[in-house]
């Protein structure tokens, strides 16, 4: 972005600060910081250009592969991962597809490292044909990267801007990455949503179990759980926590996680809440669109005590609290998921009054 981190930062809060301008200043924790590059622990990575010469990062305005490999935005051992990734291309002949061509296999590459350095990959193809490759020449990838825990490959057979499909094949005995988490291990499938920075999820976890602890609330309900970041970092001794999310993959690592008092069920989120007891806190961690009208109509109208919102997009967290009136933003911290972007996390705690 051309600005010293910190500066950076302090715009951020800043802009949150004016957005939600109903929280007294005295609401406002510092905002958290983390590294400032060498952060991302996942790469979406395009493939381009041959079997013979690939290239893993963009699609240029033509249409054609431009190499980001060497970004300096992701974790040391996930861009040491890339090198080898790009020979296996070439290895099992992977022939990159050309969008403007509608030809080729290999869509993109998608990897994630864990906090303790361990790799998933994913190969998102076009159909099938080179599955026998892939899986003749894995030995070889294993050896090359001795951290690869979890290799699958997805099928992708549209031609659309669609990041995956909904076939995934799993090539390894293990399904899902271990991302631990402070005292928490999460179970992270391939179709499972992760916060992109480890260490600055970390840092929200511990604040929205902290705001909680605050409050000591006997039953808590997570909407869009994922994998149960929040939920089992808010569990605790005689406290119920329900998590909900759409996907069925990310609530089965999620229950493999749970302790006792945590439980995990897959559906949509307003149906799901709608249908259990009322909570005395409610945790949302919506996509970037939001909670949209009906359910934040719905926790307005519960009664619901407290809600922690969590979001990665500040006019959708605006305009759902402005939807939500009987709910009042008390405190809120913004945390820097997104180095050198002009994007953040921001959570806020509000209470009914």
């Given at each position: 972005?051309?600005?010293?981190?910190?500066?950076?930062?302090?715009?951020?809060?800043?802009?949150?600060?004016?957005?939600?301008?109903?929280?007294?200043?005295?609401?406002?924790?510092?905002?958290?910081?983390?590294?400032?590059?060498?952060?991302?622990?996942?790469?979406?990575?395009?493939?381009?250009?041959?079997?013979?010469?690939?290239?893993?990062?963009?699609?240029?305005?033509?249409?054609?592969?431009?190499?980001?490999?060497?970004?300096?935005?992701?974790?040391?051992?996930?861009?040491?991962?890339?090198?080898?990734?790009?020979?296996?291309?070439?290895?099992?002949?992977?022939?990159?597809?050309?969008?403007?061509?509608?030809?080729?296999?290999?869509?993109?590459?998608?990897?994630?490292?864990?906090?303790?350095?361990?790799?998933?990959?994913?190969?998102?193809?076009?159909?099938?044909?080179?599955?026998?490759?892939?899986?003749?020449?894995?030995s070889?990838?294993?050896?090359?990267?001795?951290?690869?825990?979890?290799?699958?490959?997805?099928?992708?057979?549209?031609?659309?801007?669609?990041?995956?499909?909904?076939?995934?094949?799993?090539?390894?005995r293990?399904?899902?990455?271990?991302?631990?988490?402070?005292?928490?291990?999460?179970?992270?499938?391939?179709?499972?949503f992760?916060?992109?920075?480890?260490?600055?999820?970390?840092?929200?976890y511990?604040?929205?179990?902290?705001?909680?602890?605050?409050?000591?609330?006997?039953?808590?309900?997570?909407?869009?759980?994922?994998?149960?970041?929040?939920?089992?970092h808010?569990?605790?001794?005689?406290?119920?926590?329900?998590?909900i999310?759409?996907?069925?993959?990310?609530?089965?690592?999620?229950?493999?996680?749970?302790?006792?008092?945590?439980?995990?069920?897959?559906?949509?989120?307003?149906?799901?809440a709608?249908?259990?007891d009322?909570?005395?806190?409610?945790?949302?961690?919506?996509?970037?669109?939001?909670?949209?009208?009906?359910?934040?109509?719905?926790?307005?109208?519960?009664?619901?005590?407290?809600?922690?919102?969590?979001?990665?997009?500040?006019?959708?967290?605006?305009?759902?609290?402005?939807?939500?009136?009987?709910?009042?933003p008390?405190?809120?911290?913004?945390?820097?998921?997104?180095?050198?972007?002009?994007?953040?996390?921001?959570?806020?705690?509000?209470?009914?009054?």
């Amino acid at each position: 972005m051309g600005r010293e981190h910190a500066a950076q930062v302090n715009d951020k809060h800043d802009a949150a600060v004016a957005a939600l301008a109903d929280i007294p200043a005295d609401g406002w924790v510092a905002p958290f910081a983390g590294a400032e590059a060498g952060y991302r622990n996942r790469a979406k990575l395009v493939a381009g250009g041959s079997a013979e010469r690939p290239t893993l990062g963009i699609l240029g305005p033509d249409g054609q592969g431009v190499d980001l490999t060497g970004c300096g935005l992701y974790e040391p051992a996930l861009a040491a991962s890339f090198e080898a990734l790009a020979q296996f291309v070439t290895l099992a002949d992977l022939v990159p597809y050309d969008v403007p061509a509608r030809r080729g296999e290999l869509k993109y590459l998608l990897v994630t490292v864990s906090p303790d350095g361990e790799l998933m990959v994913r190969f998102v193809l076009r159909s099938t044909e080179a599955l026998a490759r892939i899986r003749k020449h894995l030995s070889w990838l294993h050896e090359a990267l001795g951290s690869l825990v979890v290799a699958s490959v997805n099928i992708q057979p549209a031609h659309a801007a669609v990041l995956e499909g909904s076939r995934e094949i799993v090539l390894t005995r293990a399904e899902a990455l271990t991302m631990q988490v402070g005292d928490v291990a999460l179970r992270l499938a391939p179709r499972s949503f992760f916060q992109t920075n480890s260490e600055v999820a970390g840092a929200l976890y511990r604040q929205a179990a902290t705001w909680a602890d605050d409050l000591s609330p006997a039953s808590v309900l997570d909407l869009y759980c994922g994998v149960g970041g929040f939920a089992l970092h808010l569990a605790a001794p005689g406290r119920q926590v329900t998590g909900i999310e759409v996907s069925a993959a990310a609530v089965a690592g999620a229950q493999q996680a749970a302790g006792p008092g945590v439980v995990f069920h897959a559906g949509d989120a307003l149906e799901l809440a709608q249908a259990g007891d009322l909570p005395d806190l409610v945790v949302v961690n919506p996509p970037r669109r939001g909670l949209g009208v009906d359910l934040a109509r719905w926790l307005d109208e519960s009664g619901v005590p407290h809600v922690l919102y969590s979001s990665c997009h500040l006019p959708s967290l605006v305009a759902d609290l402005a939807a939500m009136p009987g709910l009042r933003p008390v405190r809120a911290r913004v945390l820097d998921m997104f180095p050198q972007t002009t994007h953040a996390e921001v959570l806020v705690l509000a209470e009914r009054g």
